[in-house]
């Protein structure tokens, strides 16, 4: 029987995030905190799933507190597993495709409109390769 060490049942964080599309095909991306973890980096605004609370009710709630919108509609984009050794991430990334609001970032943090070809010009976490990826392969999500 194999073996398990404790690495194995390491907890991982669920994490409901959202990608944003203007009418004009640009993405709404914010600049995370210097003390937060990947600090400093780019990131889909979004949150973590809170206990009794669906990935999409968590989105929604996220999106308001973090940059002020409503979210009216949204579909799955995709899900990524990633293990950053200090923490274990599950991403649920959604893609928004009805809200109300001008996003802006409420808790002070820097955020942009960018356009889908420009993405790569920006330090994302290394989990969101894959994110960045799709988009960019212009897979319908
Ligand atoms: N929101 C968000 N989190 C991401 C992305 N990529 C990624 O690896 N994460 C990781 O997901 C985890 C949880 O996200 P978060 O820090 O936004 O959670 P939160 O809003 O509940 O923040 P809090 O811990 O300050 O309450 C973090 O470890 C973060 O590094 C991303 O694109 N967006
Ligand atoms: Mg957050």
């Given at each position: 029987m194999m073996k398990m060490s404790t690495e194995t049942f390491k907890k991982s964080v669920l994490v409901a995030v959202g990608v944003i599309e203007s009418t004009d095909g640009e993405i709404f991306i914010c600049r995370r905190g210097a003390?937060?973890?990947?600090?400093?980096k780019w990131e889909f605004p979004g949150g973590k799933v809170e206990a009794g609370e669906t990935v999409a009710q968590a989105l929604a709630r996220e999106l308001q507190e973090e940059i002020g919108i409503r979210v009216t509609d949204c579909r799955p984009f995709m899900r990524i597993e990633h293990d950053y050794g200090d923490k274990q991430v599950i991403l649920d990334i959604r893609k928004v495709t009805g809200f109300s609001g001008e996003p802006h970032g409420l808790e002070g943090q820097p955020s942009r409109w960018v356009p889908i070809a420009k993405l790569h010009d920006y330090d994302f976490p290394a989990a969101n390769s894959p994110i960045v990826d799709k988009l960019q392969n212009k897979c319908e999500g």
């Open positions: 003390s937060q973890h990947q600090a400093n």
